[in-house]
């Protein structure tokens, strides 16, 4: 239901203790200076977007203040408008022109008082409205905002005033504000799983919603400190890499939701109490760790931002949450990585990925129950141009496969041959353990033709540290040849790069590399680890 309101109804809904601020919102944030341009905004007549509310019967078992003012009771039972978005616009609107609730103290980092500046300049640009503390007002040129919706006020304000001219204007500016409609978007909804529905597809245009702290505030907070428990496994996993896991309410969410309901939908818990959450929680736990264990033991991934996709340790949560204590099956091992790797290469998680991973999630179970799973049957076909048209970037799905694909043969250093310690490289997202195989000083200052592949394709990077690129600097492949390590055979092997490295052609090399990295993720995908190794691991 679309409902412009004016201001002045606003600031009395808010009064009244109608509107109010979920526990789930964020705190306000907004700066003086950016209340102070939304004022300008309003005057000009520019957009500065709606407000969604939800109206709803049911009172939230934790709430917020609106800004520093603690709000009211509400006047009456029903409704209570929920603000969803909107909240720093509302926030700033009431604390400008509000005047019953009192006053906080002035502090720039929280809230400063807002003024009409009759001397700013007065173009598209520029703001006519500034944030003052009381020692940088100038009555004869700052008038306070505050005073627009309190009629004695307004006219005290307004006698103060020892110029005509400044009286005509700010009865024009007053006037403005006072006809000022806010778009206000409300529905209403008791219904718990269409609330949640609405949330999800709010987030997904963008809105900040939070979907677990609306049902931590709703359903959980009382009995069962969720964020706590989520704390919790964060510091648990933190020596394994991986305490940004407890860190992303989401993705915790979505696992709690596989282990307790086999649906990784965070609508699936909307009807589960805290003392069922509580009681199986610890399942959550020991199934997240075992799924994390698959991961470091088998793929090398020592941190979550290594992995592909964050979503992927949602089917694996699954698989770990039954029969816990037992070994896995070499025969599970390897369905699981094969559907890791086609996961992985085919973008399959990439754009709007729930129904695959709750699909992946049924079939993860069945795997683990002993029942006829298609998890792995996922189209391996692969782009031919996978690794010499994509940039490499570690924020990218595509590169993340590629260092954990080169991880998997046991990396070994140019310069000493030695094996390249992963634990260290891929344990810190942010360092450059890795670098062109093609020096990019070389390829740029002998203008090599590029023939079309980028400088910075994923098949011109190999594990290279800062030291040994730093020796290698501008050398050609042929130039830097004597300086590596033996056996050089088993170097060039363990990063998976060909002979044509050495010949200096530039055309030849991403050709060939290229074609040996696909048939190598082609094995992944239809064996699983290159080197066949069987690790049994149990939980």
Known sequence: MSEPVQI????????????????????????????????????????????????????????????????????????????????????????????????????????LPIYYDF?????????????????????????????????????????????DAKLEEIVKVQSRFSGTLIPVETFAEEDRASVAIVFERVNRLGIKLDTFQLLTAWTWSEEFDLQTKFEDLSERFDEFGF??????????????????????????????????????????GKALEGAIDFLRSN????????????????????????KQGQSVPSADRDALLRWFWRTSFTHRYSGNPSRNVKSDVVEALKLRDGEPSELDNVPTTMDGHFYSDRAFNTGT??????????????????????????????????RREYHHCFPKAYLVNNEVDLGGYRLDCLANFAFLNRAENREISD???????????????????????????FTDNWHEFITDRSAELILDAEDLMNTGLPDGDAIQLSY
């Open 397 to 430: 799905v595509a590169t993340k496969a590629f260092l954990l694909q080169l991880a998997g043969h046991h990396p070994r250093s140019f310069m000493s041959g030695s094996p390249v310690d992963l634990d260290k490289v891929l344990s810190e997202p942010n």
């Open 8 to 111: 002045q109804n606003l600031i009395s809904r808010v009064l009244q203790g109608q509107i109010r601020v979920p526990g789930f919102q964020r705190s306000f944030v907004w700066d003086p200076d950016r209340a102070a341009l939304l004022m300008d905004s309003i005057y000009k007549g520019y957009p500065f977007g709606s407000i969604l509310l939800w109206r709803t019967k049911s009172v939230l078992k934790t709430e917020k203040s609106l800004g520093g003012f603690e709000l009211p009771a509400p006047a009456q039972d029903y409704p209570i408008d929920y603000v969803l978005d909107g909240q720093q616009r509302i926030t700033s609107i009431f604390a400008t022109f509000q005047t019953e609730l009192a006053e906080q103290a002035e502090d720039p980092a929280v809230w």
């Open 475 to 501: 050398k050609a492949p042929s130039g830097y040849k004597a300086l590596m390590g033996s056996p050089l055979p088993l170097i060039l092997q363990s990063q998976v790069l060909p002979d044509a490295l």
């Open 119 to 163: 001397e700013a300049q007065t173009d598209a640009q520029d703001s006519k409205f500034v944030a003052l503390a009381k020692d940088a007002v100038d009555p004869n040129r700052h008038f306070a905002l505050r005073s627009f919706f309190d009629p004695v006020g307004f006219s005290r304000a307004q006698r103060a005033l020892d110029d």
């Open 299 to 322: 793929l090398h991934v020592r941190h979550l931002r290594f992995l592909p996709y964050s979503a992927l340790l949602i089917p694996l949560t699954a698989y770990f949450s039954k």
């Open 243 to 284: 305490h940004e896991v407890g860190e992303d309410n989401d993705l915790m969410l979505r696992c709690a939701a596989t282990v307790l309901r086999g649906d990784p939908s965070p609508t699936a818990l909307i009807d589960v109490n805290g003392g069922e959450v509580r009681s199986a929680f610890d399942t959550v």
